[in-house]
């Protein structure tokens, strides 16, 4: 460390960006890589959608020599995805934890992601050495408090909705900014060298930021923004140069080429919000630290506005194009490119073919302050604290303004009215719960109305044909010893008949028959193609062989004969029986039947969708929207208080 002058105030360059480290943003190796060049421009970095461990360790391997060797990294990790937080600094770290907010987002929102980040804000403690003694020559400690968060996002313009109470996740920003306000109650100070830094995803004029200003203030806390409104030059602005600095300070625009992009995630998915907004914000406390000029800062354009009013603010970084990205063209497209021109692709580029391949570091743009923190003249045993415990006791709470208490008003009511509505949601997803489990009874209750049904079926027809068969055996042998062969073959037809009229008339199909290859050897064209007709059970072969039959048993007069008219009448049936014999494959079948949304698939699968979609919506309503009503309840309870 070297010597450091013996001043009222020790500079501090602090930064807060959000990096873009979602999974699926672009050039993301590049810009990492370029990011980490720029780490020695600033003593503190508070970064967010740091959410891949490989990125972060990219960077800093990326990083120069003396910023490996000197600065401390730290990322905080939480739940599935992480929350993206992360902190650079070039001091030590005395203390550091991560705290998640209760309420999340929405779990069937999957493509927005925010639920399964578990977002939250990091709170890291770091020793500033100051110098001390009466030469200035002795180094001390005085202790920072930084926090810094990331807010779930906007996937709706707001200006094109009906109302701004119909945007989707701003009770969830509200709560998790009343989260975050507690959580800096509870772990610093009013008299605490307080940053806070972040993407909050809304804008300082918003619901959200206002409401933990007033939380904030209402406990003693004095917290100043780094950057002023765009909407204060922005209305004042006399020409087309007062209104381009203006709109500088925008630190989502439209101007970064990745917003601009056909091809962005977000425009894919018409997940877009209001653009250009100032969302990314730094605040500080006072009278620990003053906002001071910035003037050595690199990553800053020339045209932006360093002062405002005469006085100093925040700058808006990295906004140049500067990480330089080739197009690869493919493979096919580089064989066809030769083929046409006779030439390679690559090389030879022009000046104005490599701008084209710039890229900025982000989809958001960086917002840094010079912040001059005070020197406290107390003991080298870096006490954070300028007011004993005792006076800050006494100092009376500040009273709300109106503008205050009307913002307070506006958030209660909007609050309450969207508990109500959590809880109209959980009646819901019980019903669909309850729905879906008397789905599942209810289609296993017909399944088995219909197994039983087949089953009563399929027993008849057996009955049936048992039936058919004793009988047919009965007049068969009866017809036979009254030696009456034409007789007994008519009798097995006419019980054949009744069977197939029997089928027809309980199954609903006519029964179809099939050919015995026995038959067409000796039948001809008279059975061929009767698979699947309806016809009616006579058979001139049959007749033909009853008849020779019956003659054979009227010569007969001897036990011979009598046994011969009995086999030649067996014999008639067996042939009977094999060229018109019925298609018992499709009988089966016609038995089994069942209407479409009865079968094994169809079932199947209505009973799977209707189990999972019952245990999801039971779980969403009874965990995740309770657990959400219950948090903001008592977040009512604590803002009715002030």
Known sequence: MTHMPMTDEVPLRVATFNLWGIFNSKMREARMKVFATKIRNYDIILLQEQ??????DLIRHSAPPEVQESYYFRRFRSSFYGSGCAVISRYPVKQAFFHTYPLQGYPEMVLHGDFFA????????VDVPVPGGE??????????????????????????????????????????????????????????????????????????????????????????????TPRALLDTATNEVERDRGLRLFTFSNRNAFNTMSSSYFKLLKLEADIPSQIDHMFFSRPAFALREFASCPDVEEAYPRQVNGAPIGLVIFTRNEVYVPAHPSW???????????????????????????????DHYGVAAMLGMRIDEV?????????SAAKLAATPSPTLTADELKVLETVLEYLESYVAKLRSQIRTTRFMAASSVLIVLTNLWVLHRLTVKEESRTAAMLEQMYNIAAVSAREAARLTKQQKPAASLQGVKAQ????AGWVTRHVHIPLPYVSSPSSSSHGGAATEGRRGVKMPLTSDSADAAAAGTAGVGARAGTRQEEEDAASAVAAAVRAFAEEDRPDFAAIAEA????????????????????????????????????GNANVLEEQVQQLRLL
């Open 496 to 499: 054949l008949t009744a069977a």
């Open 118 to 125: 578990n977002k939250g804000a990091a709170m890291v403690r």
């Open 135 to 228: 030469n200035g020559d002795a180094v001390t400690l005085q202790e920072v408090t930084l926090y810094t968060t990331h807010l779930v996002a906007i996937y709706q313009k707001v200006s094109q909705l009906s109302s701004w109470k119909r945007e989707r996740y701003l009770p969830y920003r509200i709560s998790q900014v009343i989260s975050f306000a507690n959580l800096i109650m509870s772990t610093s100070r009013p008299t605490d060298r307080v940053i806070i830094g972040g993407d909050f995803n809304c804008s300082q004029r918003s619901l959200e930021v206002q409401m933990m200003l007033i939380l904030l203030r209402k406990h003693g806390y004095d917290l100043h923004a780094v950057l002023p």
């Open 51 to 56: 959410f891949s461990p490989a990125d972060f």
């Open 591 to 626: 038995l089994a039947l069942r209407p479409l949304w009865a079968t094994t698939w169809v079932s199947s699968a209505l009973n799977i969708a209707a189990s999972v979609g019952g245990t999801a919506a039971f779980a969403i309503g009874m965990f995740q929207r309770a």
């Open 379 to 387: 003991e080298p045993t870096a006490s954070p604290v300028t007011l």
């Open 332 to 362: 096919w497209g580089s064989v066809w490119h030769q083929l046409l021109t006779g030439r390679r692709t690559g090389g030879g580029k022009t000046v104005a073919d490599a701008s084209a391949d710039l890229y900025p570091l982000s």
